[in-house]
Structure formats: C-alpha cells, structure tokens
C-alpha cells in the first residue's frame, strides 16, 4: 500500500494470526510504502493536529513509529498501564479514558499564530515557530503543504479535474501540484481520478474545508 504522507500521529492496531500488533506512527513528510498482509485486520486512530500520545510526543517518531507492548491477554500498554484494546464501535470512548487519565494531550496550537495580538505577544515568530514544531515535529509550512495535498488527493479521487484543484487550492498550474502529488502521495492526477490506480493508496482523509487548518 502507498501511504500518503500525514501531519498527524495515527494509534494502527494490526490483528493478523491471533495476534495483535500496536504501534504509534508518526507524522509522515514523504510518500512510504506499507505492507499489506492479505490475512492481516487493520483499525487506525487518527489523532488531531497537535495531540500527543504520553511519553511519545510527535517530534520524537517523525517518518517512524514506537511499537506498543501487548500483554498476552490481548491488552495494550501505554503509560505504564493496560488497557482493553479498542475495536472500531468503541474507539472513540476509547480515545476518551485515554484522555481521562491524562495520557492524551492536546495542545492549543493556532496555525497562524503571530506575535501581535497573541496572549504572550512578546514572543517572536521564530519563538511560535520553533514552539509548533516541538510540538507537532513539523513546520507550519510542512503541515499546510502535507495538509493541501491530500485534500487535493481527496478532490481528484471524487472526481475534480485538475483544473478545478489548482483554483481551489491555490497551486500555481498543473506542475505544481503534479509536483507536491508525487512528494506526498505517490500517484499522479490521472491514476486518483474514479477508475484510476488508487485502490493500494492509503484512505485520504477530508482534513477540513481549509488546508493546514
């Protein structure tokens, strides 16, 4: 499976065998390929934009990932306690004990955060700047780009014509997001569109209404 490259961390439990597999993966800044066992069982958890995972914070498992230990009865080990493994109609409240016990934080990013206005306004750019990226393990400008072109991915797979994505999204011309669709996604306009090779491409999420947002 090609695997588009992601801003946020993703909880990926692999069920293959009887046996279970847990891992944080990190954010992604590249295009990676991801294999895919024909007898293996797949529930991911995608955390939001800025959410750490404790004692894994984002910046420490960028283009990698952290494999969680399982207890023999099936339970997973974060934070030096065991917890039932989710399963997709519960992964939310899941989500919610973790936060509960202070396992999940979020932080209160602002992608367009500036020194002006802002509550500690003293600070500099380079200061928010260098602050995202200890949080988040990228650069804004890395999570714009990333975020933009899957929602790119996103419109061409619904049927956009290449056109319609430039004006939307703000690309210079078809180049330009030629370009960005090889770097972050693998796949070319022509192979995301309906009927093209996009079945071994990893699921691309509909971020929000505004890249990088």
Known sequence: ????????????????????????????TRTTTAPVPPDA???GIRLTLG??????????????SVSLPVTDSGRI???GQEWEAPTYENAEQFVRRLRNAGLLARSGLRVE???????????????????Y??????SQTAVTQIDRVNAAATMLRGGNDWPTVVDALGYFDQAHLAHALRRYVGRTARGLR?????????FLYKISARPGS
């Open 194 to 202: 309906p009927g093209g090779d996009h079945a071994t491409v990893s």
């Open 41 to 43: 069982e797949f529930l």
């Open 77 to 79: 080990v974060i934070g």
């Open 51 to 64: 959410t750490v995972l404790r004692p894994h914070p984002a910046p420490s498992i960028v283009d990698g």
């Open 113 to 131: 955060e500036n020194s002006a206005g802002h509550p500690g306004g003293h600070r500099s750019k380079r200061t928010l700047q260098r602050q």
């Open 133 to 138: 990226r200890a949080v988040t393990g990228l």
């Open 1 to 28: 499976m090609t695997s588009a490259a992601r801003t946020c961390c993703q909880l990926i439990l692999t069920r293959m065998r009887g046996r279970l597999l847990v891992s944080l993966r990190g954010p992604e």
